[in-house]
């Protein structure tokens, strides 16, 4: 079946769910790939931790940071509900190591925060430089992103901030929201966050010692629920982060199969339904992303 009607079914199916998207999958060694709007910018939300994990462990690599070292991370706020760190009602003392493992596998704000001030925002856009990965912008710190509309309205009335979310986008995709404004917030396009994975699986200018922990906490990562159930299988492995942010929905990652196949697969969405909670969209986007998986593995 020729690409343009595969991505066409694609489209109408997503369409249906409420979804805009943006997908990339890729065979990581063959160089094939098949797309979807695939230089699109999108607010990154928690798939910027991939990069700042990744330029810490350059640093405990050559030695400029200890993975040993103890940092004091201060104590979150129970009430919004975030994992890790930020239910702590008490300063913790945490190595750098495990703060990447935090950051990775529960997506943990607080950790993350602790490794973009030990690697600031413009030293992590230096080492995507020096790898040729262009597509994804890191700005701002992941306490940012507790700060929106959603936070501050009832949560019976949480579809208002959802619908603000929807509504409040430009032809530009700017947005009045600054987490959901690609001029001022963290962003990705699902090319750029492609080309990241396979520098990371490829081992491309990136230390075998950095890459492997990255994989091992990709392969960590406990939020299963978008994804994976489309792809994971007893004969193929799925390591990959999440990324949610009010009708924000992404999942990237590589899928490597018995075979000795990988594929990256990213998958960026913006929901056009005013609800948080939206199983049939999260249901669509698994669909479609195993979809361009099968055609493009034919």
């Known amino acids: 079946m020729p690409d343009q009607r595969v991505l066409s079914t694609v489209r109408a199916d997503l369409a249906a769910a409420g979804l805009r998207a943006s997908i990339v999958v890729r065979d990581i060694d063959a160089g094939r790939e098949v797309a979807i709007d695939a230089d699109v910018p999108t607010p990154a939300a928690s798939l910027a931790k991939v990069p700042i994990a990744l330029s810490v462990l350059l640093r405990i690599a050559d030695g400029r940071i200890d993975g040993a070292a103890p940092v004091t991370v201060p104590p979150g706020d129970p009430a919004e509900g975030t994992p890790g760190t930020g239910r702590f009602r008490h300063p913790s003392t945490i190595a750098v190591d495990d703060l990447v493992s935090l950051a990775l596998t529960i997506s943990d704000n607080g950790a993350a925060d602790a490794l973009l001030a030990l690697v600031p925002a413009a030293d ?84 075998p010692v950095a890459a492997s922990r990255l994989r091992e906490h990709l392969h960590g990562n406990a939020i299963r629920h978008r994804l994976a159930p489309d792809l994971a299988a007893d004969d193929a492995r799925w390591a990959s982060k999440t990324g949610t942010l009010l009708n924000l929905r992404h999942e990237a990652g590589v899928l490597e199969s018995a075979d000795g196949s990988r594929f990256a697969i990213v998958a960026l969405s913006a929901s056009t339904v005013p609800a948080s909670v939206q199983p049939a969209a999260e249901a669509a986007l698994g669909a479609a992303a195993r979809a361009l998986y099968e055609h493009l593995r034919g």
């Open 124 to 207: 992590v856009m230096a080492d995507l430089d020096a790898l040729g990965i262009r597509g994804i912008a890191v700005r701002h710190p992941f306490a940012d992103l507790s700060d929106t509309p959603l936070e501050r309205f009832a949560p019976d009335d949480a579809h208002l901030a959802h619908t603000l979310a929807i509504r409040g986008s430009t032809p530009a995709h700017g947005h009045p929201v600054r987490q959901l404004d690609v001029a001022r917030t963290n962003t990705v396009t699902a090319a750029g966050f492609a080309d990241l994975l396979e520098a990371i699986w490829r081992e491309r200018g990136i230390p």
